[in-house]
């Protein structure tokens, strides 16, 4: 059975500070691995990674993806209030996507 | 349209009644799916749709559930004798590719409770 397991559940941390989020999966025939933002609504798409190694950024916020160990980290340097929301991870085959339960990230000010 | 539309927003049934809950994609896309997610969960698949091809239906969870896509562009999920623990946010997507690997771009989801 397919599986995405996100760590930690949650994390609070004070403005200014860097977070690591970690994703591991299992999904038999892998296609690519994306993060969303969840802020009380619908998913926002943040990254889509294809291959290992090569890191993606947008702003303040990176990921990287290792094929290998099937792993992925989402890093968000000099936190904001607004970067409060829950981060999924999901697994994609050439169909279904396959999400984590999310990290719960609360950046206080 | 700009965005992924679903209606209505927020549903109240009572046990054994069924419902209907719709998802218009966004203009031109292929690609269009639907998850089921409940509190403090992650979305869970339930079903993809190619244009008007039902291509993988196995996170269905049971027979009460049926999905459509008959023009392959608007879709409806289908509850039948709705229980409990069919409360939740059911939230639709879709994409511009034919694959599901890709980008996919989510509504804002439909609120169902189940009395």
């Known amino acids: 059975e397919d599986k995405v397991v996100q760590s930690p559940l949650s994390l609070v941390v004070h403005e200014g500070d860097t977070v690591t989020l970690n994703c591991s999966y299992e999904v038999t025939n892998f296609r690519s691995l994306l993060w969303y933002k969840q802020e009380k609504k619908a998913p926002t798409f943040l990254f889509m990674l294809t291959s290992s190694g090569i890191e993606k950024k947008s702003g303040r916020l990176s990921s990287i993806l290792d094929k290998k160990e099937l792993f992925s980290i989402l890093n968000i340097t000099a936190t904001q209030t607004g970067d409060s929301a829950v981060y999924l991870c999901a697994a994609a085959d050439a169909g279904k996507s396959t999400f984590g339960d999310g990290t719960t990230l609360t950046v206080k000010p | 349209g700009a965005g992924v539309s679903q209606s209505p927003r927020y549903k109240v049934a009572k046990r054994g009644q069924d419902v209907a809950l719709r998802c218009d994609p966004i203009s031109g896309h292929v690609s269009l799916f639907w998850y089921q997610q409940a509190l403090g969960q992650g979305p869970e698949f339930l079903t993809y749709?190619?244009?008007?091809?039902?291509?993988?239906k196995s996170g269905l969870p049971s027979d009460r559930f049926f999905a459509e896509r008959p023009e392959g562009s608007v879709s409806t999920l289908k509850i039948q004798r709705t229980q409990q623990e069919d409360s939740a946010v059911y939230l639709c997507a879709s994409s511009s590719r034919a694959w599901g690997a890709d980008t996919q771009y989510f509504g804002p989801g439909t609120r169902l409770t189940v009395l």
């Open positions: 749709f190619q244009n008007e091809a039902q291509l993988d």
